[in-house]
């Protein structure tokens, strides 16, 4: 499959759309200039393109196994991670006092999208690493940032984030994982945890598992929580891969897609793991890594939504059926219509995306509670917005396909599989929605007014190049900031009948900003075009959206009996 990263999208986002120049301003990332960070995504995306690319079929079609309790990866895909871990893209963003670059999340991000988009199955294994890098640099004691984050940021050694057991998915209060204290200052770790992405691997010197367990006197839900880093092998004196832990893989799911990323069932039996951060307060620890991966799985979405567009366009071009000014059916309008559409959804959910990564830089580079407040807002949209965008992009991909969509050889239908489990993993994105509502709407509503204020602001200022879009955006905002005024004055329940659909409306609108932003910034040609449809087409969606998260006529439990 041919891929090319988006190059162009990501500069105009990050000149137009997000403001990247107030964080190269800040002292902290000072000498990440805007003219440097294309650099260095240029580099990636060869990376991407040269390396990563090639490798997307062969993890479909010649998936991860468990050979005698050792996971075989997919051809290609230790050569793959070599490459990404020798470039230093697991660790864009780490800091440098143990080997990471020190880049703004921004880069990370863009990093992220090309590489989902060129290969999600080997992708998936860096983003855990990232995640379990960050909760380290925060929660972890000295002595185990010294032993485990400097193998991690290279990549000798990978992380892994164990939450979910059989009886505990969302409710991870449920989980019943022992931790028992050992006289040396460890703790021996008992229990099984499933859906574990990249539990093992042929190609890295260790596996190290953040794991969720619970000490002997803990107290019951959440708050009675610990969280362990447990490797595969236990670092010797030297800090080096030493004698074998007792845990294993018990089996690989089954799964509908990501055949070439082992997801694994653990299970731990008395393994010696450290405990990261205080006793029971190990969710606080883990919310790290997952905030982390809400933005990682978001722009997995928008990566593969990428990847099957292009797959699409280039269907689109070649193939010849029926009669068209273009000979192909790229000359139908409704092909048309769908490529618009995937192209115009994926623009939008990018920039969502990198709005939270230029907040979360901003919040890290300044310590403005009002930037980190932002970075909450969006963090549900990223994540939700970005992996809805996923699934639908790969379904219209396998349309614009036709009958051979349905025909695996193509491949169209792989990413359509790939990218289905991105709306589930790291909070449902019902539970996403279930943030915003309540937890991110717990001040007033006073960031999200915030950012209504600022997007009304560019739209007056849009007035004055393209008066009926910014128009449509500005009544869009309104109609948005009425419905969020509505929620404030309900009680919980109610409003979490209304979450997903409110959610999909603010996305709307914070898509219809960044479009409008983009066309007036270059006025003309393909991007007012494609800003134009955008507005036109699918920004008056949010009036039925907010018309459904205001209404409060959900069946009753009962409804559903048999």
């Known amino acids: 499959m041919t891929y090319r990263a988006p190059l162009g999208d990501f500069s105009r986002i990050l000149k137009h759309v997000v403001g990247y120049d107030r964080v190269a301003e800040t002292t902290l990332f000072e000498e990440a200039s805007l003219e440097t960070v294309e650099a260095v995504l240029g580099e990636a995306a060869k990376m991407c393109e040269e390396v990563m690319a090639p490798l997307q079929r062969n993890g479909d079609t010649d998936p991860a196994v468990l050979e005698n309790g050792v996971v075989r990866t997919s051809k290609g895909f230790a050569e793959g991670y070599k490459a990404i871990a020798e470039g230093g893209w697991i660790a864009s963003s780490a800091d440098p006092a143990h080997g990471g670059m020190g880049l703004p999340m921004v880069v990370t991000t863009c990093v992220n999208d090309m590489m989902s988009g060129a290969c999600l199955a080997l992708q998936l294994n860096p983003l855990m690493s990232q995640g379990q890098i960050e909760a380290l640099e925060h929660h972890a004691s000295d002595a185990l940032k010294e032993i485990y984050l400097p193998k991690l940021v290279t990549g000798e050694w990978q992380g892994t984030m164990n939450l979910t057991e059989p009886q505990a998915g969302s409710d991870v ?11 040396d200052g460890s703790y021996a770790i008992t229990g099984q945890k499933i859906y574990i992405s990249w539990g093992d691997n042929d190609f890295t010197g260790n596996v190290c598992h953040l794991v969720l367990a619970r000490l002997p006197d803990a107290v019951p839900g959440t708050k009675g929580i610990s969280l362990f880093i447990v490797p595969k092998f236990i670092p010797d004196e030297t800090g080096e891969p030493g004698q074998r832990n007792d845990l294993r893989v018990v089996s690989l799911e089954h799964k509908m897609g990501l055949h070439g990323s082992p997801t694994c069932v653990m299970s731990y039996e008395g393994a010696k793991g450290w405990i990261v951060g205080e006793p029971n307060d190990g969710m606080r620890a883990m919310f790290t890594m997952m905030n982390n991966a809400r933005l990682g799985v978001g722009v997995q979405g928008v990566g593969v939504a990428e990847g099957a567009y292009q797959h699409a366009l280039a269907y689109a071009n070649d193939r010849k059926q029926g009669r068209s000014d273009t000979g192909t059916i790229l000359g139908h309008a409704d ?49 939700a917005f970005g992996t809805d965008t996923g699934i639908d992009v790969a379904s219209k991909g396998v349309q614009v396909h036709g009958g051979m969509g349905y025909v695996e050889e193509t491949g169209a239908a792989q990413y359509m599989r790939d990218v289905r489990v991105t709306s589930i993993y790291e909070g449902t994105n019902g539970i996403q929605a279930m943030d915003l509502v309540g937890r991110k709407l717990m001040d007033g509503g006073e960031a999200v007014f915030s950012l209504l204020d600022e997007i009304e602001t560019h739209a007056e200022a849009g007035k004055e190049h393209m008066p009926d879009l910014a128009e449509a955006v500005w009544q869009a905002t309104e109609t948005l900031r009425e419905t969020t005024e509505d929620l404030l004055a309900r009680d919980m329940a109610d409003r979490f009948g209304g979450a997903v659909p409110y959610l999909r409306a603010f996305a709307r609108v914070l898509g219809a900003d960044a479009h409008l932003r983009v066309a007036c910034a270059e006025r003309g040609g393909a991007v007012e075009r494609l800003a134009r449809f955008y507005i036109t087409r699918l920004l008056p969606e949010h009036s039925g959206l907010c018309a459904q998260a205001r209404a409060s006529d959900l069946p009753a439990a009962e409804d559903f009996a048999a």
């Not at 209060?173 to 006289?183: N, R, V």
């Not at 230029?358 to 890290?364: E, I, P, Q, T």
């Open 335 to 383: 092909v048309r219509r769908m490529l618009a559409e995937m192209k115009a959804d994926t623009f939008a959910a990018r920039a969502i995306a990198l709005a939270l990564a230029v907040a979360l830089d901003m919040g890290r580079a300044t310590g403005d509670a009002a930037w980190k407040a932002r970075a909450g807002v969006l963090t549900p949209i990223a994540k």
């Open 173 to 183: 209060g449920a989980l019943t994982t022992k931790a028992e204290p050992l006289d």
